[in-house]
């Protein structure tokens, strides 16, 4: 089983739509997780960090279940500007401040007009 | 404003050329991450290092070394470039209860 994996895509939906992206990790020893986006040619930025309670930032809902090892993202009311790839990242500590960070392979939003 | 900066945002190398990349935290960041990033196959774990002269390998070092001298400085090396490794190299710095920063990244082709 691969470390992070997600939901392939890519995703195509109408402006308006509400999409989700689903995402499991398989070391039950993570600590921190996030959803990163990243636009054609350049850099990964941070979208959200992902809480156990779940957290809410505007149209964008993250999830965590720790139980199933489980992250998923949602956005409602989707733009334009919303098409990127999503990429889900899991942070372990491996040992003192010693941490790794493992990425989804991503998943591509188009967000058509 | 928190910056991590790769040297180059494109290079051209020759097979068989040693080829370094540089990458310069301005954040006091522990944690410090060489990926490259490939179509259909994400970001992949180079190297990574937390601490001065640390390193450990991730999930594909075959082919490259890294160097850490300083805190703020990643070094990427390519002892002998060949055309496969042709691909995105992004840089990524971290500390504990943070997110990760990105460096712009390096477009790399070998020739």
């Known amino acids: 089983r691969k470390e992070v994996e997600q939901d392939p895509g890519p995703f195509n939906v109408p402006e308006g739509a509400t999409v989700a992206f689903n995402c499991t990790y398989s070391?039950?020893?993570?600590?921190?997780f996030f959803w990163y986006r990243q636009d054609c040619r350049k850099e990964p930025k941070l979208l959200m960090s992902?809480?156990?309670s779940g957290n809410e930032d505007g149209r964008f809902t993250a999830q965590l279940n720790r139980a199933s090892q489980y992250i998923s993202l949602l956005i409602r009311d989707s733009k334009l500007s919303d098409s990127a790839t999503y990429l889900c990242?899991?942070?372990?500590?491996?040992?003192?401040?010693?941490?790794?960070?493992?990425f989804g392979k991503g998943t591509l939003l188009t967000v058509n007009p | 404003d928190v910056k991590v900066t790769q040297s180059s945002r494109y290079l051209v190398k020759r097979t068989g050329e040693k080829v370094f990349l540089e990458c310069v935290q301005d954040?006091?960041?522990?944690?410090m991450f060489w990926y490259r990033q490939d179509p259909g196959l994400g970001l992949r774990l180079i190297y990574f290092?937390?601490?001065?002269?640390?390193?450990e390998k991730g999930d594909i070092p075959e082919g490259y070394s890294v160097s850490r001298e300083k805190k703020e400085r990643f070094s990427l090396i390519l002892e002998s470039a060949s055309t496969n490794q042709t691909s995105m190299y992004l840089c990524?710095?971290?500390?504990?209860?943070?997110?990760?920063?990105f460096g712009q990244g390096t477009r790399l082709t070998v020739v």
């Open positions: 990242v899991v942070k372990e500590n491996s040992g003192g401040s010693n941490y790794k960070l493992t």
């Open positions: 954040m006091d960041h522990e944690n």
């Open positions: 290092s937390y601490d001065v002269k640390m390193k």
């Open positions: 070391n039950s020893a993570s600590q921190s």
């Open positions: 990524a710095s971290t500390r504990p209860n943070t997110e990760a920063f």
């Open positions: 992902v809480y156990s």
